[in-house]
């Protein structure tokens, strides 16, 4: 079936020019989006990003879950300057260090129209690092998207002092002794371990319901469209000829 024919047929029961040219404008619209929603969908882009201690990551992704090549990438303060600027790499993910507490946006651009952000809370870091201010401004050092953090020191009792070979199961007088800001960045590494895959795919998530929303809302209105034209052609069919 050719086309207008299509188009001809979901309008034909609009009398009035005004109904007709809006129903004609929705009508096409849901043939496009019916032939490539997959389209639209694969082509937003986003950024997603996680802190965990003195360590920003994450990672820019297309709705179909494709990652850029060396996405344009830049880190913002609170105060909108730009601490750093870069790239992702070849898989799209980003790693970067902190020096103080702020909230930091992580903005991404493929040079081709697609860009998005991301802003990571303060309250993702680690308590313990000193707030951004005017006279002590944040900094940020782009790290190796697989190097890992480093590990955080442990001090054991003075007469205690791990083997560095052999046998690493602790004698049972042993007592192993941390303070309390270790004990707290220790909780919050295993904590985020857990929770950050959860809010991961909460993001991804909200995205696919975006645009089903945006499917659903047009949905909508044309069935409404839909209903009138049929009451009306009903009402043709009903009233007899003069």
């Known amino acids: 079936m050719p086309f207008r024919t299509i188009i001809d047929h979901c309008v034909a029961g609009f009398k009035t ?12 619209a849901a043939v496009l989006l019916a032939l490539a929603p997959d389209r639209a969908h694969a082509h937003s882009f986003h950024v997603f990003a996680l802190g965990d201690g003195d360590i920003i990551e994450g990672y820019a992704y297309f709705g179909g879950g ?11 303060g609170s105060d909108g ?27 991404a651009n493929t040079g081709d129209g697609h860009a998005a952000s991301y802003i990571v ?13 005017a006279t002590s401004p944040a900094s940020v050092v782009a790290l190796n998207a697989t190097e890992d953090a ?14 560095p070979t052999g046998n690493m199961i602790a004698p049972e007088n042993q007592r192993i002794s941390i303070t309390a800001e270790q004990l707290s960045t ?23 319901v975006r645009f ?4 659903g809302g047009l949905g909508i209105i044309i069935g409404i469209f839909g209903a009138i034209a049929w009451w009306q052609a009903r009402k043709r069919v009903s009233t007899p000829p003069e």
């Open 17 to 28: 020019p005004v109904i007709k040219g809006t129903a004609i404008i929705i009508a096409l």
């Open 66 to 76: 494709a990652r850029p090549h060396h996405a344009d990438l830049s880190i913002e």
């Open 81 to 107: 300057k730009v601490l750093l600027t870069g790239q992702t790499n070849d898989n799209g993910e980003f790693r970067l260090r902190v020096d103080h507490l702020d909230d930091y946006t992580i903005r």
């Open 121 to 133: 809370k303060s309250s993702e870091l680690a308590d313990d690092l000193p707030k951004a201010t």
């Open 150 to 163: 480093p590990n955080t020191d442990i001090d054991l009792s003075p007469n205690a002092s791990p083997a």
């Open 186 to 208: 220790l909780v919050s590494h295993a904590v985020a371990k857990q929770v950050n895959p959860l809010r991961e795919q909460i993001v991804a998530y909200e995205n696919k």
């Open 212 to 215: 089903s929303d945006i499917i």
